[in-house]
């Protein structure tokens, strides 16, 4: 799978929009861009995916570069409760066998 | 809830002993997963199974083992124990492996310290 590029670490506020980048310039076209997020002591949790377009669901936004070398995970109004460690990775064609790779990761800090 | 149990949630075990974890799947998926998250590797993918058949295999050592049953719950058995394999082991599940947008669910994990 291609590798993704994220910073360590992110900083917000209460009830403010979150935006975290992910740099993933190698990625093929058929690779799908999955985020996931891993709250303390908890299993990651599937957050969103996208191909393309951009893609919205109840818990975030996906927004998809025209070149596709990058994306924004986009928390529209963050909460106490979405502190965590979000994760960037692609799947490539035949699902990636090997389930995930989890590189690092954003640490996102929430503020009250 | 994601629907993936996994027991035990802790487990305190000595060196060289031998333990095994127990993974069920969300209802329906046929392909399971096995990940180790410890301080200093971060979250490793180990070996996954697909309706009973090993189908992928990553960073797993030989003292551990995985098999997936005909009913699809999985088992990881981790043997001759050392401290550093304490660390926090996660089953996923999914539909459809070969799908590139399938999404994968996590168990809460099984806290595994060895001493």
């Known amino acids: 799978d291609a590798k993704t590029t994220q910073p360590n670490s992110m900083e917000s506020n209460e009830e403010e929009p979150v935006h975290l980048p992910c740099n993933h310039s190698?990625?093929?076209?058929?690779?799908?861009i999955h985020w996931y997020r891993q709250l303390p002591s908890q299993g990651p949790e599937y957050v969103i995916h996208g191909l393309t377009s951009n893609v919205n669901n109840r818990m975030a936004s996906l927004a998809i570069a025209e070149d596709r070398k990058s994306s924004t995970l986009i928390l529209h109004r963050a909460t106490l409760r979405d502190a965590a460690v979000y994760y960037c990775?692609?799947?490539?064609?035949?699902?990636?066998?090997?389930?995930?790779?989890f590189g690092k990761g954003t640490h996102l800090i929430i503020q009250p | 809830d994601s629907g993936v149990t996994q027991t035990p949630k802790h487990l305190i075990t000595a060196t060289g002993q031998r333990v095994t974890l127990r993974c069920s799947p969300r209802?329906?998926?046929?392909?399971v997963y096995w990940y180790q998250q410890s301080l200093d590797q971060g979250l490793q993918f180990l070996i996954q199974y697909y309706n009973g058949e090993e189908r992928a295999k990553g960073n797993i050592l030989e003292r551990f083992s995985a098999q997936q049953f005909p009913d699809l719950h999985s088992e990881l058995n981790l043997s001759s124990l050392e401290l550093g394999d304490s660390a926090l082991y996660f089953c996923?599940?999914?539909?459809?492996?070969?799908?590139?947008?399938?999404?994968?669910?996590f168990g809460e994990g099984s806290w595994l310290t060895v001493v």
């Open positions: 209802s329906g998926d046929l392909s």
């Open positions: 190698t990625i093929s076209g058929t690779d799908y």
């Open positions: 996923a599940s999914s539909t459809n492996p070969r799908s590139s947008g399938n999404t994968i669910y």
């Open positions: 990775i692609l799947r490539g064609p035949g699902g990636g066998a090997d389930g995930l790779t």
